[in-house]
Nanobody
Framework: QVQLVESGGGLVQTGGSLRLSCAAS????????MGWFRQAPGKEREFVAA????????YYADSVKGRFTISRDNAKNTVYLQMNSLKPEDTAVYYC????????????????WGQGTQVTVSS
């Protein structure tokens, strides 16, 4: 069992930045593909970004490409999501998740989830 704990959410103005962190409870974290998803009120959970265990491959949703950066520090069992140029439409609860499957895009492929952290972007 892997426990994931997100932090770093908050309220920010349009154009601002936030850095989310997700700490994992197990050393085997380093073998997982890690992803970030978000869910806005009344909407389905959507893929934001993912990173392979080695950090060598990263993937982004088109809506955040060029503004968000995912990274990981396996020595610290932590994955990060740097969010720049934030927009009101980025407002959502952000979740980190872990998977050992090859698929990174679908939420259903992730076995482990954090509790979520709220990000609110004011206009």
């Amino acid at each position: 069992q892997v426990q994931l704990v997100e932090s770093g959410g908050g309220l920010v103005q349009t154009g601002g930045s936030l850095r989310l962190s997700c700490a994992a409870s197990r050393r085997t974290f380093s073998t997982y593909t890690m992803g970030w998803f978000r869910q806005a009120p009344g909407k389905e959970r959507e893929f934001v970004a993912a990173i392979r265990w080695s950090g060598g491959s990263t993937y982004y949703a088109d809506s955040v490409k060029g503004r968000f950066t995912i990274s990981r520090d396996n020595a610290k069992n932590t994955v990060y999501l740097q969010m720049n140029s934030l927009k009101p439409e980025d407002t959502a609860v952000y979740y980190c998740a872990g998977t050992m499957s090859g698929s990174y895009y679908s939420a259903s492929g992730y076995a482990y989830w954090g509790q979520g952290t709220q990000v609110t972007v004011s206009s």
